[in-house]
T-cell receptor
C-alpha cells in the first residue's frame, strides 16, 4: 500500500496562475483533509471531506477549492495564486474521524513568486 | 475556541538526556489529544494519542505523555534522547463540537535538536 500520495512534491507558481495539488489514498478511508504548514504556525486546516461528494471548509479556506468525486482522490485547487499561499501543503486521511490516527502524505512545497 | 500551545519553538538536548516537550491545551470538554512527529522533508506520523482510558500514554520510539486535567497539559517525554529523535514535534487536539470529523488543531511545533 502506498498510503497517501501527493503530487507534485515541489512547484513554483507565478502570481495569478492556478494549479491543482493532487492527493490520492489507497487506504479506503472516508475522511480526507488538506492542511497547510507555515513556519512557526503549525498546521492549519484548509478543507476536509467526510466522504465522496461531501466537502466542507476548514480554518483557512480562502483562495482554495476542493472536490471529492471518489473515495480515493481529494484534489486541492488554487485559483489566482498569491504570495500568501506560499506554504507546504499536506493531505491526510483518517479511517473514521475523531480520535483516530491521521495518515499524512509527504507534502507539496509551493512557492508563489 | 479550543487551542493548543507548545512552549518553546526549539529545544536542544544532549544525546542520552531527558527529553521534555511541553503542550498545554484549552478545552471545556474532555479533549482528544495527539502528538505527531515530522522528520525532515516528511509528512507527519503519530507518536501517541490520549483516549481517556489512561492518563499516562505510551507511544512509539520510547516516548510517552501524561494527561493532567488540572494543569490542562499533555507534555511529551523520553528518558534518553537519541540522535534519531531530532525532528519537529506537534501537539494537536480535536476541536470540540465537531462530532466525528477528525479535524485537528495543531500547536506551533517544537523542533528538537539532539547534540552528540
Amino acid at each position: 500500500n502506498a498510503g497517501v500520495t501527493q503530487t507534485p512534491k515541489f512547484r513554483i507558481l507565478k502570481i495569478g496562475q492556478s494549479m491543482t495539488l493532487q492527493c490520492t489514498q489507497d487506504m479506503n478511508h472516508n475522511y480526507m483533509y488538506w492542511y497547510r504548514q507555515d513556519p512557526g504556525m503549525g498546521l492549519k486546516l484548509i478543507y476536509y471531506s467526510v466522504g465522496a461528494g461531501i466537502t466542507d471548509k476548514g480554518e483557512v479556506p480562502n483562495g482554495y477549492n476542493v472536490s471529492r468525486s471518489t473515495t480515493e482522490d481529494f484534489p486541492l485547487r488554487l485559483e489566482l495564486a498569491a504570495p500568501s499561499q506560499t506554504s507546504v501543503y499536506f493531505c491526510a486521511t483518517t479511517i473514521k474521524g475523531q480520535n483516530t490516527e491521521a495518515f499524512f502524505g509527504q507534502g507539496t512545497r509551493l512557492t508563489v513568486v | 475556541a479550543q487551542s493548543v500551545t507548545q512552549l518553546g519553538s526549539h529545544v536542544s538536548v544532549s544525546e542520552g538526556a531527558l527529553v521534555l516537550l511541553r503542550c498545554n491545551y484549552s478545552s471545556s470538554v474532555p479533549p482528544y489529544l495527539f502528538w505527531y512527529v515530522q522528520y525532515p522533508n516528511q509528512g507527519l506520523q503519530l507518536l501517541l494519542k490520549y483516549t481517556s482510558a489512561a492518563t499516562l500514554v505510551k507511544g512509539i520510539n520510547g516516548f510517552e505523555a501524561e494527561f493532567k486535567k488540572s494543569e490542562t497539559s499533555f507534555h511529551l517525554t523520553k528518558p534518553s534522547a537519541h540522535m534519531s529523535d531530532a525532528a519537529e514535534y506537534f501537539c494537536a487536539v480535536t476541536p470540540e463540537g465537531f462530532g466525528n470529523t477528525g479535524k485537528l488543531i495543531f500547536g506551533q511545533g517544537t523542533t528538537l535538536q539532539v547534540k552528540p
